[in-house]
């Protein structure tokens, strides 16, 4: 019998307020719906990873009893073309292909199947062209052209000090190159919903996205309608990870709604998520770090080079953010790092939880360890020699908001149970198995960064049912935002969870607050909630006085309504009153404001950070070359807590997806095709697959001084863990691992080349 | 062609296509849309539904199969507006996030708890292993269907006490 130990200063919490819904399938998911005279939309997507398109013919397809349209690139009657950052993807390609995922053709029908049969009968002539399949064969001079400009998307670089100079004091220098795979966010809700042509001449997009108001910008550049035709319903959604933020069926669904006048729903099966999803950036990352004998690391040479596919989206923020956290938490004199992020013809990748973190985390977390193996001192020393302090500057010389955070996570790390377990060898379950133990640490930047449009904002409002009606231009995708919403409400305004209505998800009636990605939903919902209480209970508490002729100072908001301070068993007015007295002039605050940035113009350079430690402990099996994580702890400063069980529940679903990505997961493609198509052979953790117990530490303080409230910890959770799990493998056999996912071949094959009776006799 | 099946207790009878998927029958044209599909690989368990007291995935049974026979939905869980201590459990130690796989967890835990009222932890893993959550982490899972399996066993020994109670006093 195994058992869960459950430690954590997390205890006590509230039922998110979606969550009755979902257990009883109440809830519907926008792929859920379903309207009136309703067709089915399907994508003709590519078959070539590249090629020129020398003629489509949709006759046939057209001829096809219960086809209502048929649509290709000459029926956009905008820009043909989307991307969040800028727009370089074709919505329907008109004379080349550059990916599987690309689309030619969309169809509407009276049923899904004919629908499906109609992509059949539209020929689409291709002449293929040569196929690049790795960014380093994009790079060469030879290479055919994907985009105008070339192939590269993006170029980043930062320098301080002289790294060739400085290599040549160093005592002790490792070099080492890591490669980091694709990884599929896997949502279990695939990308889908309906869009509804209305009455009065508008279209209601109801698909889950990250970012109503982006969706409605770009579907009125694509559609050539004003975006107020527009309406975007966009919660709840089953997941996202980073994957929906930019657009995907939205535009497909807009097209034919509007074509036939007709509800068009759309929903991918998995395997056309697969082909056309966003993935993780796969990297390949060289670094080279050198150290003085006394363990103070003296120099750190960096080259990451990005394998973006096909399209921009937000592949140049990604490698931006790798360049800025590629020394993360350490004050290292002179550094160099050099980033490419490179067009290729393989699967578009994007925004994911960790972007871009993860992979530059992976890499310099490995050179910390591979350092302190070669200078025979304990990793977490070397970790702590080169630490920041609370007031160093930011990792690309940036001013940041002063932060001992990494001090903190290391120092809980050290003090967790499994890195306190002295008798860790003995508890292997069997002689082929070998046990070992890892720690890494992480920095992470929220918000958008330095030059990058990032607005926030929101409104609270006594609705005319008398109800706090609190809303926000964030989406719900199980992260639990609802529930940060309500906690922070009653505690910044006073009153129960039964007074307050949430709006979030319809771009009809809430504000921008910008996009909910990178780890800000929580961390903008505070800061909005600290501008608008004060004029909203002032506003609040002024009807009130003027109601009953109590003085404001003597008044308070509470459960129900305004309190004063003889009221002992209801409120002395309540909200529903104070609504009725104001309905002429409703009460009402609205707050639009910036995710604070660096001053210093560098371009993405963060803020406000967060900080993980994570501690791995992991069973080898020297045979089939098996690694099972057996405890997994992770010590997080990120701010208060607002919402414990939603903190939880990030830190340990970040751990596990950080666990397939370290042990599991690689979205394969060969020649520009996708070979891993389903969950048949892309493979994710089930719950079979993840540690017996699971210690998370929250540390709340901030840093004197700081004004900056709570920290989203959306990603933070995703980023320490695969150097955690890999440090833990050396601990265990010996092997240093470079490439992920880990490959059981590649440990059963370092096993075989030691005897096998010294691994029965050797406690390595 | 013509099915006759019970679902939720309710018998329908329906002129089904021979290829139509149970899962398609119940979403589409009964409009239960808490079996979801994640997969069609019979991978995810987001549509697992209990045919015959059994949990199936819904996406790899044909609707013709499930001609004269039973079929249970999250939907039905909860009686007379009263939650089942599943639902509840998920609820409470928060079990679920987007909720997109929760109907199909539930499901599952439920025929595992039907089969097995007190499994143990490893048990519970076991029963679980067919289905997918991928924003959870499974911990809170785990802990639900322990939570859960505790209050179905309480309320089974009330109500057993509750009987013997009565059946003193009568005597």
């Known amino acids: 019998m195994v058992n869960f130990s459950y430690s954590s200063n997390l205890q006590g919490s509230f039922e998110r307020p979606d969550g009755v819904d979902k257990v009883t399938a109440n809830l519907k998911f926008l792929t859920d719906l379903s309207f009136p005279n309703m067709l089915y939309g399907k994508i003709l997507r590519s078959v070539y990873p590249h090629a020129k398109i020398i003629s489509i013919s949709a006759k046939n397809a057209e001829e096809l009893p219960g086809v209502r349209a048929v649509i290709t690139s000459k029926d956009v009657p905008g820009l043909n073309r989307f991307g969040l950052i800028f727009p370089d993807q074709p919505v329907l390609c008109e004379d080349r292909v550059r990916y599987v995922g690309d689309a030619v053709a969309a169809v509407a029908a009276e049923t899904e199947e004919i629908a499906e049969k109609a992509l059949q009968l539209i020929e689409v002539e291709y002449e293929p062209l040569p196929v690049i399949d790795d ?157 003085s004998r006394s363990g103070k690391i003296l120099a750190h040479q960096v080259r990451i080079i990005a394998d973006t596919g096909a399209y921009a989206t937000l592949g140049p923020a990604v490698l931006d953010f790798a360049v800025e956290h590629a020394a993360g938490p350490y004050i290292i004199r002179n550094v160099h790092v050099e980033g490419v992020s490179v067009y290729t013809n393989n699967g578009v990748a994007g925004e994911f939880r960790g972007f871009g973190g993860n992979q530059v985390t992976f890499a310099l977390e490995g050179q910390m360890d591979r350092l302190a193996a070669k200078l025979g001192i304990c990793p977490m020393e070397l970790r702590k020699r080169n630490l920041r302090k609370a007031d160093d500057p930011g990792p690309v010389g940036q001013e940041i908001a002063p ?34 133990i890892g720690v890494a640490i992480a920095m992470h930047g929220g918000g958008l960064g330095f030059g990058r449009l990032d607005p926030a904002g929101g409104r609270i409002s006594l609705n005319e049912e008398g109800k706090i009606e609190i809303s926000f231009g964030f989406e719900e995708f199980g992260q639990g935002l609802l529930s940060v919403i309500e906690q922070l409400a009653i505690k910044e305004i006073g009153c129960s969870s039964n007074d307050i209505k949430i709006t979030i998800g319809d771009t009809d009636c809430v504000p921008s607050s910008g996009s909910s990605t990178a780890s800000r939903g929580t961390s903008m919902v505070w800061h909005a909630l600290q501008r608008m209480k004060g004029p909203f ?53 609205e707050t639009e404001f910036h995710f604070p940035t660096t001053p210093h113009s560098i371009p993405g350079g963060h803020y406000l950070y967060s900080f993980a430690a994570c501690a791995a402990r992991v069973e080898v099996d020297v045979l089939t070359g098996i690694v099972r994580v057996k405890n997994l702890e992770q010590s997080v400063a990120a701010g208060p807590v607002i919402y414990p069980t939603g903190y939880l529940g990030q830190i340990e679903g970040g751990s596990v997806m950080a666990l397939g990505y370290t042990l599991l997961e690689e979205a394969l493609m060969e020649k520009g095709k996708y070979v891993t198509e389903n969950f048949d052979s892309y493979l994710i953790p089930t719950i079979n697959d993840i540690p017996l117990s699971m210690n998370i530490t929250a540390i709340e303080d901030l840093y004197e001084g700081d004004e900056y409230g709570p920290r989203g910890v959306g990603e933070i959770g995703t980023v320490a863990v695969a150097p955690a799990i890999v440090k833990a493998i050396y601990d265990a056999i010996g092997l240093w691992v470079t490439k992920l996912p880990v490959s059981r071949e590649e440990i059963v094959k370092a096993v075989n080349q030691r005897e096998m009776k010294e691994w029965l006799t050797t406690k390595l | 062609m013509k ?68 079929v249970l939905t999250v939907e039905a869980l909860d009686q007379e507006g009263q939650m089942h201590p599943l639902q509840t459990a998920f609820w409470e130690d928060h079990a679920l996030q987007c909720g997109y796989c929760t ?69």
């Not at chain 1, 993935?279 to 390949?284: D, G, L, V």
């Not at chain 1, 050290?414 to 069997?430: H, P, Y």
């Not at chain 2, 109907?103 to 292993?129: D, F, H, V, W």
Request: aromatic fraction near 6%; proline fraction near 5%; include cysteine.
């Open chain 1, 135 to 291: 960014p380093e064969k994009a790079l060469l001079p030879s290479a055919p052209q994907l985009h105008p400009d070339g192939n590269i998307l993006h170029q980043a670089s930062y320098q301080k000090g002289n790294v060739e100079e400085a290599f040549q004091t160093c005592d002790f220098i490792v070099e080492e190159t890591y490669e980091l795979p694709r990884q599929m966010h896997a949502y279990m809700e695939t990308e889908g919903g309906v869009i509804v042509p209305e009455k009065d001449g508008r279209i209601t997009v109801y698909a889950g996205t990250q970012h109503g108001y982006k969706d409605r910008f770009q579907l009125a550049r694509i559609l050539d309608i004003p975006e107020s035709k527009i309406r975007v319903v966009s919660s709840p959604m089953g997941g996202s990870f980073g994957g929906k933020d930019e657009l995907n069926i939205q535009p497909y669904g807009a097209l034919l709604a509007i074509k036939t006048g007709c509800p068009v729903k759309i929903h991918q099966s998995r395997r056309e998520s697969v082909r056309s999803g966003l993935k993780r950036h796969p990297m390949k990352i060289t670094m080279k770090t050198g150290a």
């Open chain 1, 403 to 436: 932060t001992d955070g990494a001090a903190q996570v290391l120092k809980a790390i050290s003090q967790s149970l499994l890195l306190n377990n002295k008798e860790k060898r003995e508890e292997s379950t069997s002689q082929w198995k070998k046990t070992g």
């Open chain 1, 537 to 589: 209970k002032k506003r609040l508490l002024e009807k009130a006085s003027q109601c009953t002729g109590v003085p404001v100072d003597q008044l308070y908001l509470g459960p129900s309504g305004i309190w004063s301070c003889e009221s002992k068993t209801e409120p002395l007015i309540t909200y529903q009153q104070i609504a009725y007295e104001t309905k002429d002039d409703p009460i009402q605050i």
């Open chain 2, 3 to 70: 099915i006759r099946v019970k679902v939720n207790g309710h018998l329908f009878e329906s002129d089904v296509e021979p290829r139509t998927l149970l899962v398609y029958y119940l979403r589409d044209e009964l409009k239960l849309t808490g079996a979801h599909v994640g997969c069609d690989t019979t991978s995810c368990g987001a549509c697992t539904v209990l045919f015959d007291g059994k949990a199936v995935k819904s996406c790899t049974v044909l609707a013709v199969q499930a001609n004269g026979r039973e």
């Open chain 2, 103 to 171: 109907p199909g967890m539930l499901m599952a835990s439920y025929a595992l708890l039907q089969k097995n009222p007190m499994p143990t932890e490893e048990e519970i893993r076991e029963g679980l292993s067919g289905n997918i959550c991928r924003c959870t982490g499974y911990m809170n899972i785990v802990k639900a269907v322990q939570s859960a399996s505790r209050k179905m066993a309480n309320e089974t020994q009330e109500s057993l006490e509750e009987v013997a109670t009565s059946g003193t006093s009568t005597e």
